[in-house]
Nanobody, 125 residues
Framework: QVQLVESGGGLVQAGDSLRLSCGTS??????????MGWFRQVPGQERKFVAV????????NYADFVKGRFTISRDNAKNTVYLQMNSLKPEDTAVYYC????????????????WGHGTQVTVSS
């Protein structure tokens, strides 16, 4: 019954910034008890881990290819998770997915049961 919705994707130029948001819809269960992750996927490739944040936001982990450029955060009062993407590169072009994890943060897509439908991020050069 968990429905996640991503927003904020779009077309930007290399070096620009974009902020993705993830929230609930439908029954809208609280995300507070769960770690939350962001993943991305390019057609023909496997879904890759991007970032994860712990329940209270104290712990974050990033894929090497986004460290120093992307920041994951959450506002539990708003039941929303964010992915701030700076210094975007053409290779960041992908569909970005928000996913609800478990008690502890994980980089493994298999640790996430609920996923949004994704939001397209396209970075032109």
């Amino acid at each position: 019954q968990v429905q996640l919705v991503e927003s904020g994707g779009g077309l930007v130029q290399a070096g620009d910034s974009l902020r993705l948001s993830c929230g609930t819809s439908g029954s809208g269960r609280t995300l507070t008890p769960y770690s939350m992750g962001w993943f991305r996927q390019v057609p023909g490739q496997e879904r890759k881990f991007v970032a994860v944040i712990s329940r209270n936001g104290a712990i974050t982990n990033y894929a090497d290819f986004v460290k120093g450029r992307f920041t994951i955060s959450r506002d539990n009062a708003k039941n929303t998770v964010y992915l701030q993407m700076n210094s975007l590169k053409p290779e960041d072009t992908a569909v970005y997915y928000c996913a609800r994890g478990s008690l502890l943060p994980s980089t493994n897509p298999g640790a996430y049961e609920y996923w949004g439908h994704g939001t397209q991020v396209t970075v032109s050069s």
